[in-house]
């Protein structure tokens, strides 16, 4: 490994990063927006779900098993 060619090769990754970073399909805001808020009501239901099972189970335990 030649130390000398490392910083020529750092140019050369970060040219070709800038160039593939030109060919992403970036999201607009308005997207970006309406994803968030499906991605954080589905957060929440499957919270509420979740939550809503524990419930029904620590009912049943505490009125069958733990008396």
Known sequence: ???????????????QVRLEM????WPT????VKYTLIVIGVSVVIAAYLGGLDV???TLLEKFIIK
């Open 1 to 15: 490994m030649n130390l000398a060619n490392i910083p020529n090769k750092i140019i050369e990754f970060l040219k």
């Open 56 to 58: 029904l189970i620590n």
């Open 22 to 25: 030109k060919k992403v399909n």
């Open 29 to 32: 805001r308005g997207e970006t």
